[in-house]
């Protein structure tokens, strides 16, 4: 299924699109770090990477003519920055707001689907108004800005459009769902708070919604607190446990509840599982590990205070002037501090260990702090494909298993090609 991949940064959305069966047209990113990484991989032969045409530079400049309309899908993170918790909050002010180029991509391409992925900021009251106006425009594609509109006046227009319904299946029209997603929850060792704005064409009568969760804090509790399986599986020595955050009233409630559940969900990864097999960076012991080397210099203080082994990390940032809270460091069983090196952070955003980044620490920690994490973009990223390939065999008639087998073989030919089969 062909793909483009805008704001690609170091590929974490790009990869999970991979693995999901999407193949891209054009994989754009305006940092040259971040792009370094990709064609360093490219160089070194990794395989999810081998055929991406990467492009740097600004995606307002690409010759977009140059591609197919009508492909599979369009996604990416734009950037966050104007949205951030820790950023300036200016929204459309912003130079940075990537939302109406991609909404005019969208109605360049005429994709069957896209996915943006961004901060939970977007989601502040504060944004409410400039939140419900990009996704009117992502529902709208075919309404743009007029020269004599400000964004307040374009917003009011989109809304009456959206309650006509008049647009709906005549002009190029999006259904949208958006929902807002713990990493933790999808298997992911750590807490990362995101956004997803996924929307099909309406002509396509889709029924998708986002992957239900397989994750949870309150199996890590259980596993921990309750059965204390956690530490025998991780050999953990009495010693090192942390004092249990639950009362014997809590411990007892906790049991009945996941007793009830006949499937309990799976428990949070944690930073120590995460990291288990991994050496420690400052001890010089021989290791294959690639980007796994000691950063001297982590210091605690109020505010800044790390993450904790047995939970799942916190939100791996990537602050301009310095990574506040200390996000970018962890706690040792002595209560010590230190930073995690490349490769332990890309373990927490699931990037896989045989995948380089280019560049030095602190330069690395932004690619890594801006990128989607490879397996939650992989199971939304295949739940879009299933509807894709699903919405595809309805369209063609095919019922059968041996038509269903042939039918996803030919996914990736032209619709006249499927229409023959």
């Known amino acids: 299924m062909r793909a483009v991949e805008l704001f690609a940064g170091a590929g974490g959305l790009a990869l999970g699109a991979s693995l999901a069966g999407f193949e891209p047209l054009a994989v754009l990113e305006w940092d040259r770090w971040a792009c370094d990484t990709l064609r ?3 160089k070194r032969g990794y395989p999810l990477v081998s055929g991406w045409p990467i492009h740097e530079g600004d995606v307002r400049d690409y010759d977009w003519k140059a591609l197919p309309t009508d492909i599979e899908l369009v996604s990416g993170g734009p950037p966050c920055q104007p949205f951030s918790m820790g950023g300036k909050h200016g929204a459309y002010n912003d130079r940075r707001d990537m939302f109406p180029a991609s909404v005019d991509i969208v109605r360049r391409l005429r994709p069957k689907a896209f996915i943006f992925e961004n901060v939970k900021g977007l989601t502040r009251s504060a944004f409410h108004n400039y939140f419900e106006y990009i996704r009117l425009q992502l529902e709208f594609p075919e309404s743009p800005i007029r020269k004599s509109e400000d964004w307040h006046g374009h917003y009011v227009r ?4 959206h309650s006509s319904g008049k647009q709906h299946g005549k002009a190029l029209t999006y259904r949208l769902q958006t929902n807002l997603v713990n990493a933790a929850d999808y298997g992911v060792p750590q807490r990362r708070e995101r956004v997803f704005i996924v929307g099909f064409r309406y002509d396509l009568e889709t029924t998708w919604s986002m992957p239900e969760q ?3 804090h309150s199996a890590l509790l259980h596993d921990q607190w309750v059965t204390g399986d956690y530490w025998e599986r991780n050999k953990v020595a009495k010693k090192h446990r942390p004092v249990s955050p ?3 009233t809590a ?6 509840q996941l007793s009830l559940i006949e499937e309990p969900l799976k428990p949070w990864k944690t930073v120590r599982e995460a990291l288990s097999d991994m050496p420690h960076p400052e001890k010089r012991v021989k290791h294959s590990f690639i980007n796994h080397t000691h950063q001297p210099g982590a210091k605690a203080y109020p505010g800044h205070t790390g993450s ?5 990390a916190k939100t791996l ?3 301009g002037h310095g990574v506040p809270g200390g996000e970018n460091m962890m706690v040792n069983d002595d209560g010590s501090y230190r930073y995690f090196t490349i490769r332990e952070s890309a373990r927490l955003q699931t990037f896989p260990d045989g995948y380089r980044f280019h560049g030095a620490w602190g330069e690395v920690m932004r690619q890594l702090g801006n990128a989607v994490p490879v397996e939650l973009a992989r199971q939304v990223m295949s739940s879009v494909a299933i509807q894709l390939v699903e919405t595809q065999l309805r369209k063609h008639g095919f019922k059968t298993t041996a038509d269903v087998a042939k ?3 030919q996914m990736n030919r032209p619709a006249a090609v499927l229409k023959r089969a």
């Open 407 to 409: 039918a996803i073989a």
């Open 317 to 319: 940032k990537a602050g």
């Open 40 to 42: 360093e991989n490219q």
């Open 251 to 256: 411990n007892q409630t906790l049991t009945r």
């Open 214 to 216: 397989t994750h949870s």
């Open 246 to 248: 639950l009362s014997a």
């Open 308 to 312: 904790p082994l047995d939970l799942p």
């Open 158 to 161: 989109l809304q009456a459009e």
